[in-house]
């Protein structure tokens, strides 16, 4: 059994396991810290595989897009699903302005009050 332990010593310092508390662990201890140290690097494995793939199918878009593909490039929360939240678009002031002057001079050709006047009587007392 020691020769197994002696064996095994390199392979568990390589995965992460103190070289020292390596003597004072069983040997379900050993193989439950090598396996959660492949099962962390299998993840992190497919995080760049996702990654490299999710930026190869960004750059083939904007290849396209270079070409003459009528397709926007995607926004960063559509590239990036779940990692970046989605930021809302804030209007051009401009826009908002006109359409504010729009509305006024829509409602002043109906002939209609703004404000807190709309809908009242005239008031007699009031000059």
Do not use: C, N
Request: no cysteine; charged share 30%.
């Amino acid at each position: 059994m020691t020769e197994l332990f002696e064996k095994l010593h390199p392979i568990a310092v390589q995965h992460g396991v103190d070289a020292v508390s390596f003597w004072d662990m069983t040997f379900r201890e050993i193989l439950v810290a090598i396996e959660g140290v492949q099962k962390r690097r299998r993840e992190e494995l497919q995080i760049q595989a996702l990654i490299a793939y999710q930026q190869s199918y960004l750059i083939a878009d904007l290849v396209g897009i270079v070409f003459g593909s009528k397709q926007k490039p995607p926004r960063l929360h559509e590239a990036f699903p779940g990692i970046f939240p989605e930021v809302p678009r804030q209007q051009d002031w401009r826009l908002m302005k006109a359409r504010i002057e729009e509305y006024a001079a829509e409602r002043r050709k109906r002939g209609e009050k703004h404000g807190h006047d709309a809908g009242r009587a005239p008031d007699p007392d009031h000059v």
